[in-house]
């Protein structure tokens, strides 16, 4: 059988808007041809050459035909619409995509900004806060627009039937509503952009100065070691200092070692015992009794940081810390001057800057003393755990220490 041409035409047509566009080509073809055969039949049934309107013959109405003409253009201009919305909505996921993963690969440093925003003296940190609360605003924002946007395109879509005579329907989303929440959304992409740029921006700044602050500190943690201070625990016979040992560690008036926190170094390989400073996040609100620095890798700190508030809200005081990052060196130290009671070498969570110990004050601390009971029961919340092994029962019963194992 041999196939018409508009047929042909209508065979070779691959999208919606083509589709719809063809049917109304189609359409008017068809109603161009009827009105030829009216005409036709008119003349060839009247001798006198007179028109004469048989029974049976539509007259096509103007109205109708204008109506049909103007949703036409309505289904035109609705489908271009769409299609530049689905592009605005692909340019939009792609950018909270990017913001999304740029604030999860910086999640640990993010907590530790956020705790160290309330000292005033770390300003670098309430920039970066501050930028992390707009970068949060704007991908709301970004979201809202989204999902109006998305309702919009797929209400225009179900409201077209593909008949191209057919009006849309009143509650049907319109070419220039659509293109209204485009434009929302667009403008919501851009305000996600340029927070995370400032954002991004703030946290270089965060880190540049909290590696010159890591970097005084260690000089003057070298100063100290230098210069030993005697312990604010009174001995029972005053004496002068005894000279530095273990390396240049502090003393006590009697020469015992006073073992502190020690600090990471810049260009650490990330294994136990060389965290790098980078890893790793000073404990903003406390130190030990010689008023060394504190330092935990950054998530871990976050946590200790938010299960301290809980602490000082039961007790009216933060939690007393005595030790929490031990580098390789300190550690080799430890277990020359402890043998079996020290971890191997290496092998230590201080190590890894996920242990604490806080000050080993039994009757304070002590197994079942009212902080040590709260700790161990709210500690998991926080992911801050006494390990089974260093329980009042376990193999190495030490009251002093937690981990974090979230």
Known sequence: MRTSPWRAAVARIRSPVEMRTAASVVAAVLIATLGVAVAFHNGASSPTGARVEPEGVVVLDAARSHRAERARWDRVALAHAVRQSRETLLAAATTAASATAAVEVAAGETAAVQAASADAAAASAGEAAAAWDALAGAMTGLDTAMSHLGA???????????????????????????????????????????????????????????ETRAAEEARAAEESRAAPRPSSSPAPEPGPTAPSAGGGRPTDAQGNILWVTSVPTADGDGSNGQMPMSAMCRIPWGADQLGYAQYLRCDAGAALTRLNDAFRAAFGEGIAMDLTYRSYEDQVAMKEAFGALAARPGTSSHGLGTALDVQEWPDVYGFGTARYEWLVANGPSYGWTAPARVRQDGAYPEYWHFEYLP
């Open 152 to 210: 919009r395109v797929t209400a225009a879509v179900a409201a077209d039937g593909g008949d191209p005579a057919a009006d849309v329907p009143e509650d049907a989303a319109s070419a220039p509503e659509v293109l209204r929440a485009g434009a929302e959304t667009e403008s919501a992409r851009l305000a996600v952009e340029a927070a995370h740029h400032g954002w991004a921006a703030s946290m270089d700044a965060w880190r540049a100065a909290e």
